[in-house]
Structures are given as C-alpha cells and as structure tokens.
C-alpha cells in the first residue's frame, strides 16, 4: 500500500483504543463534539452550500500534506501535522472540522488513532491546535511581514506542544503512564517536532499569501475568529507554559492537585494506580528554569522564521531580478 | 492512483461481508467499548474477546493471522505505557539493572500493562475486521443511517473522494523535487536544513493552492448538476432479519462476556 512507507514519520500523537481509560476517552469525546457542532453551525454560516465540497478537499489536502516531507538528519524527517495550517488559512472553525475530517478517515481506513478515544485525538489535534495556532497568529494578523511569519512560527511550534502536554495528562490521568517518564520524553520529542511544524507553516503560508492574497486578507482574518480565540489560544499557552515545567519538576504535587480536585478518582478504575514516588535523578529543576527554557524555545522558533523570512525576501528578490 | 487506493476492503461474500454496515458498525463499536470495560488481569475475558475475533475473521473468510499482524500497528504506542510496569506498587515480579539504575517490575504492573495491550490490540482487531469486510462507501452510508451530523458525513464522503486524488499530486511533488535533487554520496548538496524545510513548506502551499482551486472547480461543477446543498442516496439500505439476529447474538455475547469476566 502506497501511504504505509509515510506512517512511521507521523508523530505518535494518535492514541490508539485501549490507552485511555473509559472516563478520560468519554469527557473529551463531549467536548470535542460541542466544539465540532458549534463549528459546523459557523462554518455552513460562512459557506452555505459551499461548505462540504470545500471542507472534504481540504481534509484531503490536509492528509495528503502530511505526505510531504523533509530530511533532517540521520534517517528522521520532518513533516506537518497541519493543525495550525488549516486554522491560519482557513479560520479556526473551518479547521476544526477539516482536522476532525482527517483523525476520523485516519482511524477509520488505516486505525491510526482509535475509536473510542477518537473524541480526545480530535481535541488534542485538531481543537487545541486550532486554539492555540488561530490565537496566537490573530493579533499579529495585520503586523508587518517579519511579525506575522514569526507569530505564525511560535504559533504553529506551541501548537504541537500543547497537544503533546495534553496527550501525555490523559495517558497519565488514565494510569497508563507515570508522569515523569511520559511528559518529558512527549515534550522532548515534540519540541523538534514542532520546529519542523514551525517551518513547513511559515513557508506555506508565506507561499499561499503570494499566490493567492485573496485568501488570506485582513477581512477575511475578522471574519473567521474574534478576540475570544485569541484569549483562549493565550489562555491555554500560558497554561501549557506554566504546567510543563511544574510538572516535570514536581510530578507529585501534580498528582496531588489532580487527586485534590478529583481528577485522578474520576480517571481511573482501580486503585493502586496512583503513582508511586518515583523520581529520576536529572529531572530535578524548578519551575523557574522550565518556564525560562519555553520561552528560550520559543524565541529559538522566532529567530529561525525571522531568518527564513529574509531567505525567502532574497530568493524573491533574486527571482524578479531574474524575470 | 485508484478511489480505492487507500481502502482495506477485500471483496468476498461471506457472511460478515453482507451485514448491513449499520451492525458492524454498531458491533464495532460495543466490542471496544466492552474492552475498555474488562477489568485489568481478566484473562479469560480477553481470551474470549479474541475468541469472537477469530469467528468474525473465519465467518469472512479473512486470515486470522494476517489482522493479527496488521493490529501491530497500535504496537508502537504501548512504549507510553511500559513504565507503569515499574511504577505500579505491589510484590516484585522480576528485576534488572540498567546502567545505575535498577528496574523492578511488579506483578500488579505488569498485569495492568499487559492488560492495556490487550485490549489496544483487541480493539485494533475489531477495526481491521471492520474496513476488511466494508467498503467505505458503505461505512458511510451507515454513519448517516445512525444519525451522525449529516454536514460532517458528507464532508468525510468528499473527503474519501479526493483522497487519492490529492495524494497523486502530493506524489506528483515529491517526485518532482526528487528529479531536481542531485544527490553526490561524497559531497554536501542543496541547502541547510532549513532551506529544505522552505522548499517542502512550499510545496505544502502549492498543493494548498491547487487543492483549493480545485474544490471550486468542483462547486461550481456541483452547482450545474443541480446541486442545492444536500447529497442523495438510491441505495435503502434496510435491515433484514438477519442483521437483526446477528446484532442480538453480539451484544449478547458481550454481555456476557462482561459479566463472566467480573464473576470468574
């Protein structure tokens, strides 16, 4: 089969059936169906009829990007999720219902990601991109170039990173991994995940802004998503920001908070799967320096789109030089 | 590339095949939710759910190995819950020392990591079962039969419609980047790093581009067809007495299933 050869580069972000316990796969199932319902009402709003033929060739756009990939090195490869990418483009509504398209034919033709849990892949991936990549861009949307390619980047890097942090609390939430193992490898390999995330956005954006202004002016950046968008995307941003490092600082008080509030009852089925002390020696750091190295990380992502912006303004420049 | 490029479906006339989509659907769905309900270290109940695997797989006339092999795929993801193996309180099972660190699995660790393979792999099976013995189209049909938002069923419709379609083209990119890419086994070629990111991030946008020109094409070629926002079907699609029986036996069977596994 011709698509399995790109599987093995798809992040593991789809959760498969059984990972999640019954409670934890049922509460994101609600929600994502509140979100995907209010999105339908929005988008048929915006599109009429021209809302299904539009949003299914997008959803095919969406997988058949994830196709596309480059070499990083030493045999790993960079390549989209596309999450950011359709809510930037699109709108975050409109994305909403292309990535929720695309985790469902995922689970359903090729059982990447699962069917009972299929409700929390579509949150992970597709609503809490849509978020946070819409929110963070949409203040920047009018900005200068440079401001805007860059936003774009850090929106599309917390993208990834917000849905790998809530992966990792549902495994861990469910008792199916120990917080301080699953976190910090989650949140490790997603960093460079989402670097190439990073770039693939600000190039295609950047791409699809020559060659079809149209799509993607300031009136149509008003008319798919308010200011709430931008709170909520900052919101849950901030929250990421904050958890991360407490987190893996100090999974125990985590755990306590969790217990405190009665998240760890509702999650899990039996009892002897509170975690354990059980620590690894180098994670021991404050909160401090965890917040400190995810705003270096972010300003790493600001400074490579900046560099790429000025690539991409000197090959245009040559190219019209040549023409 | 084929419409069916990316289908599972293999073409037989069994049994399982002529069910109405609607009862596998449905069957699929209450077996993965009976998984996730077998509480952990349930054996016999895992060996029974695996038991109702291999009679939908020999009623289809499918390989048993070949779903077997193919629920692998789930594989990958049980490295996010191996440590609770270790972590999980209670008599040790065995141990092992890694470098400075000593590795204690414990027996109740163990029970609940091999429990949440189990049913990831069992649930696997079932979805494989699923898109083995149902072309998509039919799946389809079965979501807007049990009343799934009708906007979104047929924007997975048209999604599953250009699927191939735009993966062609995807492969059309690829190709064309591969036959400008010189490559010298001896000699550093093309850009950095992030040049190639530029140049995929650009094809992502051309096939943005194409894609979307695309979907108008096909709006307005919809329109002149007539068109009005809504997609028909002449396929009725009814229940006979047969789906009926065969939805009975599995949920009956699940049923008790569930409560020989809470009993035994």
Known sequence: MLAQPFFPFIPQLH??????????????????????????????????????????????????????????????????????????????????????????????????????????????????????????????????????????????????????????????????????????????????????EALITVAAVSFIRQARPDLMGAKQVREQGGWGWVAAGAAVTLLAL?????????????????????????????????????????????????????????????????????????????????? | MHIDAFDQYQESDSLVHRLDPRVKVVVTALFILSNALLPDGAWAGFLIAFGLIALVAILARLELWRVVKRSFIALPFALAAVTIAFAAPGPPLFSFALGPWEFTVTVPGATRFLSILLRSLLSVQMAILLTMTTPFPDLIHAFRHLRLPHSLVAIIAFMYRYLFVLSDEALRLLRARAART???????????????????GNMAGQLFVRSFERSDRVYNAMLARGYQGHLYTLSPHEMSGFDWAALGFFALALLALQIFARIG
């Open chain 2, 182 to 200: 010189a490559r010298l086994d001896d000699r550093a070629v093309g850009g950095s790093v992030l040049w190639r990111a530029r140049v995929t």
């Open chain 1, 15 to 196: 959760i498969p059936d059984g990972f999640l316990s019954l409670a934890v796969a049922a509460i994101f199932w609600l929600l994502s169906l509140v979100f995907v319902a209010v999105g339908v009402h929005k988008v048929q709003k915006t599109f009429n009829e021209r809302l299904i033929p539009l949003m299914g060739i997008m959803a095919a756009f969406i997988f058949a990007a994830q196709m596309l990939n480059f070499p990083v090195a030493g045999g790993t490869s960079g390549h989209l999720l596309g999450g950011a990418l359709a809510a930037i483009v699109l709108g975050p509504w409109a994305g909403i219902l292309v990535m929720t398209s695309v985790i469902a034919v995922q689970a359903l033709l090729f059982q990447d990601g699962g069917l009972l849990v299929m409700g929390a892949n579509i949150f992970n991936m597709g609503i809490l991109t849509a978020l946070v990549g819409y929110g963070l861009y949409r203040p920047f949307a009018a900005s200068r170039r440079t401001v805007q390619m860059a936003a774009i980047g850090v929106a599309a890097w917390f993208s990834v990173m917000a849905a790998a942090l809530l992966t990792s609390l549902q495994l861990w939430l469910s008792g199916t991994s120990t917080l301080n193992v699953v976190l910090p490898a989650m949140m490790g390999v997603h960093a460079l995940i989402g670097l190439g």
């Open chain 1, 242 to 323: 904050l958890l991360t490092p407490f987190a893996s600082a100090d999974p125990d008080g985590l755990e306590r908070v969790a217990i405190n509030l009665g998240f760890m009852h509702a999650g899990q089925d039996a009892p002897y799967q509170l975690l354990p002390d059980y620590t690894i020696p180098f994670l021991g750091e404050s909160p401090i320096s965890g917040i400190l190295a995810g705003l270096v990380g972010a300003a790493v992502v600001a400074a490579l789109v900046v560099l790429m912006v000025h690539l991409l303004r000197r090959s245009s420049t040559l190219t019209n030089r040549r023409a």
